[in-house]
């Protein structure tokens, strides 16, 4: 596997690009404050006619130790034996259908030797629990999941993934890895704590909510956020669901998208079924980047092979709580990798992966998600 | 300089300062560094207490949460296993809870009536939803109701319906809550009860009223045989006829007593007796006891004593009939179970008021006493101390019994005392109004003149259907030399009134044609009546309450109950005469 980083500041950056290898693919996680992506991406394209490009906007790059803003990461691989392949599909208006376009992609992909999906999605239209039992429901067991929803920062408005010159909205894109050479690692955990009450969703629709306990959630939130309640959805990050119903032993943390004055409602990452139990959560600097280190301690597994290319996937509501210490969660994440490994990712509005080699591929909020591959 | 703290180490590692401006700045950022470290510090502190507190609630809520399961548990255990059906009913109208008893009452599903209108399922007789399940407007709070319903499946059903609103702080109306009881059987059985009360009215009334004939027809010949016998032993009987004579009147009278005193019991029993209000003379009874009862002790070798204080009145209002009835029930008990010593009859003032007075009556005996454990019992009807005492004193064993009720009927008590051949005393008090004026009822028990006079001064007037009755009453007055006419009824004795003049007309009541009511009306009514101002007295079996008034109302003069005494006959016959003398 041969790998080059670069961190772009500033469009014309790319012009004086080069690399020593012909990469198979170049993974692009790009800040929508970047200026003219769209460009950077065609003039990529032109240049690298038999490169996939794969990528999406974020709200903060992850590069080495660092964690760049209003830049575009460029990772180019060339694997020496493994395949890819990638493909899109676009979301419909309606979430119900996240499944679908789930399902859609695993079916493109599928194949005999089909060992990992790495998907990037819209991180605004997409209902990421759907989209994952829909990925889930066409592929062997066997076969990884993991990815994450696109960002905008702290803004909630407009989020994109890349699929070789195109630069667009409502769709996922995801990259298919086949043969059996490929090692991957990965692993999820947040270092969130569960305070108060146990509530219960008394009202719900798929991922919208509106009641707990009989009260309007929102006027919860409203309530917790004090003089954040202005900052909504933004600050709503402060505050993700613990949330458990039977079929989630574990509990799984979920995160406002969004919010709805109107019905007092809130709009969920993923679904929050009626008669599950919440906990609101909240944060503490230093169990979070323990999270970020369990996350990377889980990814490395008992495996002692080489890792030589990472994918870091955290979530924007952890980048809110370690402000100018965000760095200190991808350094604790890079000390237990060990030297030598590729680092790259991006701070998201969701994670895609399986909390351990033992459990299935969920949905995430709050965490600090892992990918690694070696050959 | 400590440890850099990692936020400041961080900070400084993004400006890379040169070594001079590091030495320069040094004692600021040892100050940056320091209170980077405090707020760290505080920040843990409250961390700490938060971490407390949430764990602590978490735990309290957990427990909360399991005691209302449990006792939300018992409480639809509670409800799901009771008969009666508890609702609630929201803002709008609609139900809103139902325990498991709804679906037994109407055999709807809960589920299929949660939500709809209250008074979709209940409808009266003819159909009509039934509205009245809540009240918005009652302020009293509970609302309650039996109402006959008609149920979903066309049940007619008796319910019981309480409900009550249940407000919010600011009063006002959230909801209603209540119950509903089906108390079908309950009444069904109410309205079961009811006919079968009212068939035993009837029945009893029914039962009355033959008695009340009954004794009607056996009095009137026992007249008859009670006035032979009196006839026969006044014409000087030979020895061996006396003795055969008496036994004819005593059997005669004993008989009367009996039927009296089961049509008393009867009237008692069955609640129709009513008490009479009328002036009269305590002296006139006591009288009368003392002249019944004179002979009766002194056949018997015993003495019987009325002992009055001299503060008793005279005039009172009250039940004369009754109170007479009960003084001779004593009395006569005495006498009968006393053989030696004698029977006293005390009256006393207990208490004196102003209008009222207490009066108290205590008949003292010396004879064969009552054992204790009898006592009781022979209150009881057809009860005496022993079975032997009927065969050796006879009577029906109602005098007592009949005593007893009518003084509880007259707000009174009788007590006793005994004690085993030594002798019995029984005692009431009776509350009597006092009273002013004569009595209405000619004296019966006066007592009569020694000698007989002749009654030739007299032209009478016998009024009745029953011959027997007027041969014993002819025989009489012939006896008594008297004048006498018979009419057989009312109509004839009218026509016979309108030509001749009479000094007295003793009048049956019950007759065919016109009855003695009507005839004595229609004598004192007619103008050409030449008798408009004769003493009329009525002679009856009757034995009604309301006679006395009856026979005023009618304009008579007086009674004479059949079967008659001839000495009372005699003694209202000479007192007519002596009167009309005087005039």
Redesign the interface.
């Given at each position: 596997m041969q790998i080059s980083q670069h961190k772009l500041t500033q469009p014309s950056d790319s012009r004086d690009l080069a690399f020593d290898f012909e990469p198979s693919v170049i993974f692009l996680f790009a800040s929508p404050k970047f200026p003219e992506i769209a460009a950077l991406v065609a003039s990529l394209r032109e240049k690298y006619e038999n490169t996939l490009l794969f990528g999406c906007s974020t709200a903060g790059e992850i590069i080495g130790n660092e964690v760049a803003d209003a830049s575009v990461i460029l990772t180019a691989v060339t694997f020496d034996k493994t395949r890819l392949k990638l493909v899109q599909v676009d979301l419909t208006e309606h979430c119900e259908h996240c499944a679908d376009a789930g399902s859609k992609i695993s079916l493109q992909l599928a194949s005999e030797d089909l060992r990992h999906i790495f998907v990037l999605s819209d991180g605004l239209h997409v209902n990421g629990a759907e989209l994952v039992k829909g990925l889930r429901s066409q592929v062997s067991p066997n076969v990884s999941i993991t990815g994450g929803l696109a960002a905008d920062g702290e803004d909630f408005q407009n989020t994109f993934v890349i699929h070789n010159e195109e630069v667009s909205s409502k769709r996922i894109v995801a990259l298919g890895f086949y043969g059996a050479d490929l090692k991957v690692g990965y692993g999820s955990k947040g270092g969130w704590?569960s305070?108060?009450?146990?509530r219960t969703v008394t009202k719900s629709s798929n991922n919208v909510l509106y009641e707990l306990d009989g009260q309007p959630a929102l006027e919860l939130y409203k309530s917790f956020l004090g003089d954040q309640a202005k900052n909504l959805p933004g600050s709503g990050l402060m505050f993700p669901l613990s949330m458990r119903d039977e079929n989630n032993q574990i509990p799984v943390v979920r995160t406002i998208l969004g919010i709805n004055e109107e019905d007092n409602s809130l709009t969920f990452a993923g679904n929050i079924p009626q008669g599950a139990y919440v906990?609101l959560m909240?944060a503490?600097i230093d169990r979070i980047i323990d999270g970020a280190e369990q996350s990377a301690l889980i990814t490395k597994g008992d495996s002692d092979h080489h890792h030589e290319l990472a994918f870091l996937i955290s979530c924007v509501g952890r980048r809110l709580v370690m402000k100018?210490?965000v760095?200190?969660e991808v350094e604790a994440v890079n000390d237990v990798l060990g030297p030598g490994v590729y680092t790259t990712g991006f701070y998201s509005y969701g994670e895609i992966a399986p909390f351990d080699k033992f459990s299935p591929c969920t949905l995430h909020n709050q965490t600090m998600t892992i990918t690694t591959f070696a050959e | 300089m400590k440890k850099l703290h990692?936020?400041l180490n961080?900070?400084l590692r993004k400006f890379d300062l040169d070594e001079e401006t590091k030495v320069k700045m040094a004692p600021l950022l040892t100050l940056v560094n320091e209170a980077y470290y405090n707020f760290d510090h505080d920040l843990n502190h409250i961390?700490n207490i938060?971490?407390r507190s949430?764990s602590e609630?978490?735990e309290a809520?957990?427990q909360l949460k399991n005691r209302v399961e449990t006792i939300s548990g018992q409480l639809t255990k509670i409800a799901g296993n009771i008969n009666e059906v508890i609702f609630e009913v929201d803002r709008k109208g609609n139900w809103s809870y139902l325990n498991p008893a709804w679906e037994k009452l109407t055999g709807v599903m809960v589920e299929q009536t949660l939500g709809h209108p209250y008074h979709k399922f209940l409808q009266d007789e003819e159909g009509n939803p039934i509205k009245l399940l809540i009240d918005h407007d009652n302020k009293y709070g509970v609302f309650n109701k039996t109402i006959k319903c008609m149920t979903p499946l066309g049940v007619l059903k008796w319910l019981d319906i309480t409900s009550k609103a249940v407000r919010a702080k600011n009063g006002r109306v959230e909801g209603f809550i209540g119950t509903i009881v089906d108390i079908t059987n309950k009444k069904e059985t109410e309205l079961a009860l009811i006919q079968a009360k009212e068939k035993a009215t009837i029945a009893n009334k029914a039962k009355d009223e033959f008695l009340s004939t009954m004794s009607h027809e056996i009095r009137t010949p026992l007249n008859a045989v009670i006035g032979v016998s009196h006839l026969l032993l006044m014409e000087d009987p030979k020895e061996e006829q006396l003795e055969n004579l008496d036994a004819l009147k005593y059997s005669s009278e004993h008989l009367l007593s009996l039927v009296n005193d089961i049509l008393d019991f009867n009237k008692i029993a069955s609640g129709s007796l009513d008490l009479e209000m009328a002036d009269f003379s305590l002296d006139q009874i006591l009288n009368g006891v003392q002249s019944i009862f004179t002979n009766k002790a002194k056949q018997k070798n015993i003495t019987f004593v009325i002992r009055k204080h001299p503060n008793v009145p005279d005039l009172l209002l009250g039940d004369t009939t009754r109170l007479s009835q009960i003084l001779t029930n004593l009395v006569n008990n005495g006498i009968k179970f006393t053989e030696k010593g004698g029977v006293v009859l005390e009256v006393s003032v207990e208490d004196d008021r102003e209008e009222h007075t207490k009066i108290k009556f205590v008949v003292e005996d010396t004879g064969i006493g009552i054992p204790k454990k009898k006592k009781s019992q022979i209150f009881e009807p057809f009860a005496q101390a022993e079975t032997h005492t009927t065969r050796k004193y006879g009577g029906t064993g109602l005098g007592l019994a009949i005593t007893k009720q009518l003084l509880e009927i007259m707000g009174s008590d009788l007590k006793l005392k005994s004690e085993v051949d030594v002798g019995s005393i029984f005692s009431f008090s009776l509350i009597f109004k006092k009273s002013c004026s004569l009595p209405l009822v000619e004296d019966e028990n006066a007592p009569a003149p020694e000698s007989i006079e002749s009654l030739s001064e007299m032209k009478i007037l016998v009024v009745d259907d029953n011959r027997l009755n007027t041969m014993v009453v002819q025989k009489f007055l012939t006896r008594w030399d008297a004048d006498f006419e018979i009419a057989e009824n009312g109509l004839v004795a009218l026509k016979m009134a309108s030509s001749t003049c009479y000094d007295l007309i003793l009048m049956d009541l019950q007759m065919p044609v016109m009855n003695g009511y009507e005839a004595s009306r229609s004598i004192r009514d007619t103008h050409k009546s030449l008798n408009k101002d004769v003493p009329i007295y009525a002679l009856s079996a009757s034995t009604g309450a309301n006679i006395l008034t009856e026979i005023e109302e009618y304009g008579m003069d007086g009674l004479i109950h059949k079967p008659f005494n001839p000495k009372k006959l005699y003694s209202i016959l000479y007192k007519v005469m002596k009167r009309k003398s005087v005039c």
């Amino acid at each position: 596997m041969q790998i080059s980083q670069h961190k772009l500041t500033q469009p014309s950056d790319s012009r004086d690009l080069a690399f020593d290898f012909e990469p198979s693919v170049i993974f692009l996680f790009a800040s929508p404050k970047f200026p003219e992506i769209a460009a950077l991406v065609a003039s990529l394209r032109e240049k690298y006619e038999n490169t996939l490009l794969f990528g999406c906007s974020t709200a903060g790059e992850i590069i080495g130790n660092e964690v760049a803003d209003a830049s575009v990461i460029l990772t180019a691989v060339t694997f020496d034996k493994t395949r890819l392949k990638l493909v899109q599909v676009d979301l419909t208006e309606h979430c119900e259908h996240c499944a679908d376009a789930g399902s859609k992609i695993s079916l493109q992909l599928a194949s005999e030797d089909l060992r990992h999906i790495f998907v990037l999605s819209d991180g605004l239209h997409v209902n990421g629990a759907e989209l994952v039992k829909g990925l889930r429901s066409q592929v062997s067991p066997n076969v990884s999941i993991t990815g994450g929803l696109a960002a905008d920062g702290e803004d909630f408005q407009n989020t994109f993934v890349i699929h070789n010159e195109e630069v667009s909205s409502k769709r996922i894109v995801a990259l298919g890895f086949y043969g059996a050479d490929l090692k991957v690692g990965y692993g999820s955990k947040g270092g969130w704590d569960s305070f108060g009450i146990e509530r219960t969703v008394t009202k719900s629709s798929n991922n919208v909510l509106y009641e707990l306990d009989g009260q309007p959630a929102l006027e919860l939130y409203k309530s917790f956020l004090g003089d954040q309640a202005k900052n909504l959805p933004g600050s709503g990050l402060m505050f993700p669901l613990s949330m458990r119903d039977e079929n989630n032993q574990i509990p799984v943390v979920r995160t406002i998208l969004g919010i709805n004055e109107e019905d007092n409602s809130l709009t969920f990452a993923g679904n929050i079924p009626q008669g599950a139990y919440v906990r609101l959560m909240k944060a503490n600097i230093d169990r979070i980047i323990d999270g970020a280190e369990q996350s990377a301690l889980i990814t490395k597994g008992d495996s002692d092979h080489h890792h030589e290319l990472a994918f870091l996937i955290s979530c924007v509501g952890r980048r809110l709580v370690m402000k100018q210490l965000v760095e200190e969660e991808v350094e604790a994440v890079n000390d237990v990798l060990g030297p030598g490994v590729y680092t790259t990712g991006f701070y998201s509005y969701g994670e895609i992966a399986p909390f351990d080699k033992f459990s299935p591929c969920t949905l995430h909020n709050q965490t600090m998600t892992i990918t690694t591959f070696a050959e | 300089m400590k440890k850099l703290h990692r936020l400041l180490n961080r900070q400084l590692r993004k400006f890379d300062l040169d070594e001079e401006t590091k030495v320069k700045m040094a004692p600021l950022l040892t100050l940056v560094n320091e209170a980077y470290y405090n707020f760290d510090h505080d920040l843990n502190h409250i961390e700490n207490i938060l971490e407390r507190s949430s764990s602590e609630l978490y735990e309290a809520n957990k427990q909360l949460k399991n005691r209302v399961e449990t006792i939300s548990g018992q409480l639809t255990k509670i409800a799901g296993n009771i008969n009666e059906v508890i609702f609630e009913v929201d803002r709008k109208g609609n139900w809103s809870y139902l325990n498991p008893a709804w679906e037994k009452l109407t055999g709807v599903m809960v589920e299929q009536t949660l939500g709809h209108p209250y008074h979709k399922f209940l409808q009266d007789e003819e159909g009509n939803p039934i509205k009245l399940l809540i009240d918005h407007d009652n302020k009293y709070g509970v609302f309650n109701k039996t109402i006959k319903c008609m149920t979903p499946l066309g049940v007619l059903k008796w319910l019981d319906i309480t409900s009550k609103a249940v407000r919010a702080k600011n009063g006002r109306v959230e909801g209603f809550i209540g119950t509903i009881v089906d108390i079908t059987n309950k009444k069904e059985t109410e309205l079961a009860l009811i006919q079968a009360k009212e068939k035993a009215t009837i029945a009893n009334k029914a039962k009355d009223e033959f008695l009340s004939t009954m004794s009607h027809e056996i009095r009137t010949p026992l007249n008859a045989v009670i006035g032979v016998s009196h006839l026969l032993l006044m014409e000087d009987p030979k020895e061996e006829q006396l003795e055969n004579l008496d036994a004819l009147k005593y059997s005669s009278e004993h008989l009367l007593s009996l039927v009296n005193d089961i049509l008393d019991f009867n009237k008692i029993a069955s609640g129709s007796l009513d008490l009479e209000m009328a002036d009269f003379s305590l002296d006139q009874i006591l009288n009368g006891v003392q002249s019944i009862f004179t002979n009766k002790a002194k056949q018997k070798n015993i003495t019987f004593v009325i002992r009055k204080h001299p503060n008793v009145p005279d005039l009172l209002l009250g039940d004369t009939t009754r109170l007479s009835q009960i003084l001779t029930n004593l009395v006569n008990n005495g006498i009968k179970f006393t053989e030696k010593g004698g029977v006293v009859l005390e009256v006393s003032v207990e208490d004196d008021r102003e209008e009222h007075t207490k009066i108290k009556f205590v008949v003292e005996d010396t004879g064969i006493g009552i054992p204790k454990k009898k006592k009781s019992q022979i209150f009881e009807p057809f009860a005496q101390a022993e079975t032997h005492t009927t065969r050796k004193y006879g009577g029906t064993g109602l005098g007592l019994a009949i005593t007893k009720q009518l003084l509880e009927i007259m707000g009174s008590d009788l007590k006793l005392k005994s004690e085993v051949d030594v002798g019995s005393i029984f005692s009431f008090s009776l509350i009597f109004k006092k009273s002013c004026s004569l009595p209405l009822v000619e004296d019966e028990n006066a007592p009569a003149p020694e000698s007989i006079e002749s009654l030739s001064e007299m032209k009478i007037l016998v009024v009745d259907d029953n011959r027997l009755n007027t041969m014993v009453v002819q025989k009489f007055l012939t006896r008594w030399d008297a004048d006498f006419e018979i009419a057989e009824n009312g109509l004839v004795a009218l026509k016979m009134a309108s030509s001749t003049c009479y000094d007295l007309i003793l009048m049956d009541l019950q007759m065919p044609v016109m009855n003695g009511y009507e005839a004595s009306r229609s004598i004192r009514d007619t103008h050409k009546s030449l008798n408009k101002d004769v003493p009329i007295y009525a002679l009856s079996a009757s034995t009604g309450a309301n006679i006395l008034t009856e026979i005023e109302e009618y304009g008579m003069d007086g009674l004479i109950h059949k079967p008659f005494n001839p000495k009372k006959l005699y003694s209202i016959l000479y007192k007519v005469m002596k009167r009309k003398s005087v005039c």
